[in-house]
């Protein structure tokens, strides 16, 4: 070797970095930089094995050197552009991906690294202009169709996605990543099979792949197509606890009762997001004795059932103490709940349009204290926006069953039942213990007048009503076992289900066929315009049946105002425990069940004794006007409380810290 040939170095440099031996790459390119100074593909490699060193900041510092010596080298300038947006840094990624396009205008990888810059910054039309330019100088390159199918996934616009997705596969067929996108698309389109097929494509290539499995297991619960699920959820569990594989929190809800495993999960998830950009800078701080901002973030301000439930909170607010701000990052379905939603905020932001970056600095202007995420880890939703720290405080409620795992969200709202003290190891935040249940209710819901027959309801004339309304993804296999014992050992009983695709239907009604049932005792009510006309029905309902290991949560709030009876049991995780914070708020702890078979019990006990069940109807009509379920307005007190222990524990300069809010009596 030759120790003062900088091409000598610069050689073994590469063959270390060919090797994965990039400690000693990095040590070799700094040597032929000793040498020879102005080597930029040196400077590029070294960058380079710096970066695959996770050492970012020190390959852009390298970089930054070789642009003062080159500054017209488009490698630099598009390499910047990708360690800026592995940081998170996605305005400084812009900047350069936009000057390596200007000096490489007929690249594909140019146009494709801007857009991949404007795709994290949602600013999706101007990236899919970029993807598509990509496409076109390189139609054989399956990259820039599939990030295209991404950013139009983004903008609802799921069926040319799945055109661009099927290009990527057609260009890479052994990609397990495109099939799982495909699949993704197909599911928003409702079409259920396919995206099971093409999940299913994924794990032939990668049977561990962790969006495959997350939504293979989600589609084939709503399909009710329970046929090697066992298999799926037994790898997702094992890969969590195991090989720590950032599976999807939510599957890990629906197929989990462990608060543990679901904790798990979710830091293993938030994990593989990286280090998110920092906040832009601190505005002023509240001045002494002006009220309290409340920011509300979601992607449910419409006809949702998180708005179903908290459509009144905003109404009701003390304006004396709080100015309430709504963010809005969905899309406006121009519903009445919208426009109510609309007018229920003092401040009512619609950015579902917007980058992070505008949303961040929109809350930042906005001087909000206190920041509530409404959506935590569901569809659609922007939990990166909550993670470059837009307010001082900031909270979780409602619209994720369960811990995100974050160290960005200081507080989540529970109660005792909900979230046992002794639990409380299981949940990154810190608990907010609101007084009866945490969940907040909307007195306004109208229950129409006219309640529909049995025969409108395609129901029998005669015969125990059995129901169920919750999302078919809800129902295994073990809770259709015990419903069908209750049908076999109630005569004339029928078990009434929210209508799902005809696909679905028959797959339960083929279910209860194996279970020795008549399939039509299973009756399948059709979806309704308006919620008034929902509710009224559940007055034809003798029991609801609540499922496990997810419980009914805004479907049991629905049953027990609209008066039917609801029978749950309870599980270990919150999503299990839901219903039994309901029926503990509205005075029917006896309804709350600790175990299958007590629940089953229970069920043909009021199925048989129409006296008991009678009673129990008298009393939840009265519990409903007089327990502390459905008092929005107690509620809503309780509330604010919490919000005031939470701004005073951050003015005295404490960490976020669990707090019981103290119970206020009317």
Partial sequence: MAPEDPDTHCKLANAFHLLQRHEEAVEAYRIALSLAPGDIMAVTNLGISLCELDRLEDGISVWRKGLEIAPRDPDLHRNLG??????????????????????????????????????????????????????????????????????????????????YYRRAIAAAPENPEYYSNLGSALHRLRRQEEALESYEK??????????????????????????????????????????????APFSCVVVADDPALQLSCAVQYQKTKGKPPPAPDALPGRAKGKKLRIGYLANTFRLHPISFLIAQLPELHDRS????????????????????????????????????????????ASCIDILVDLDGYTEGSRLDLMARRPAPIQAHYLGYPGTLGTEFIDYLFVDDFVVPPDHAQHYAESLVYLPHSFQV???????????????????????????????????????????????????????????????????????????????????????????????????????????????????????????????????????????????????????????????????HKLATTP????????????????????????????????????????????????????????
């Fill in 82 to 163: 990708i360690a800026s947006q592995k940081l998170g840094r996605y305005e400084e990624a812009l900047t350069s991906c936009r000057t390596a396009l200007s000096i490489t205008p007929e690249s594909s990888d140019a146009h494709l690294n801007l857009g991949n810059a404007l795709q994290n910054l949602n600013r999706h039309e101007e990236a899919i202009n970029c993807f598509e330019k990509a496409h076109s100088l390189a139609p054989n390159d399956d990259v820039a169709p599939n990030n295209l199918g991404n950013s139009l996934v983004s903008l609802n616009q799921w069926q040319q996605a799945v055109a």
């Fill in 202 to 247: 994924a794990l032939v290539r990668n049977p561990q792949h962790p969006n495959a499995l997350s939504q293979a297991v989600f589609v084939k619960r709503e399909m009710c197509d329970w046929s090697g699920i066992e298999e799926i959820e037994n790898t997702i569990i094992g890969l969590i606890r195991e090989t720590h594989t950032p599976i």
């Fill in 321 to 364: 103490k709080f100015e309430i701000c709504a963010f809005s990052y969905g899309r406006n379905d121009e519903s009445p709940m919208r426009r109510r939603l609309e007018a229920a905020f003092d401040e009512f932001q619609d950015v579902h349009r917007q980058s992070d970056d505008d949303i961040v600095q929109r809350i930042k």
């Fill in 441 to 603: 209710n909307d007195q306004k819901r109208q229950i129409a007048a006219n309640t529909p027959t049995r025969a409108e309801c395609g129901l029998p004339s005669e015969g125990f009503v059995f129901c169920c309304f919750n999302n078919s993804y809800k129902i295994t296999a073990t809770m259709l076992d015990l419903w069908m014992r209750l049908l076999r050992d109630i005569p004339e009983s029928v078990l009434w289900l929210s209508g799902q695709k005809i696909m679905v239907d028959q797959n339960l009604r083929n279910e209860a066929d194996r279970r020795g049932v008549d399939p039509a005792r299973l009756v399948f009510a059709p979806r309704c315009d308006e919620l008034a006309d929902h509710l009224a029905r559940h007055r034809l309902g003798d029991l609801f049946l609540d499922t496990l290991p997810y419980n009914a949560h805004t479907t049991a709030s629905d049953a027990l105002w609209a008066g039917l009876p609801v029978l749950t049991c309870a599980g270990r995780s919150l999503a299990a425990r839901v219903a039994g914070s309901l029926l503990h708020a509205i005075g029917l702890p006896e309804l709350v069940t600790e175990s299958l078979e007590d629940y089953e019990a229970v069920a």
């Fill in 611 to 666: 006296e008991l069940l009678s009673a129990l109807r008298m009393k939840l009509d009265l519990n409903r006007k007089n327990e502390p379920l459905f008092d929005t307005d107690l509620f809503r007190r309780h509330f604010e409380a919490a919000f005031e222990q939470m701004w005073a524990i951050n003015q005295r300069g404490e960490n976020p810290r669990s707090f019981h809010v103290s119970s206020i009596r009317n």
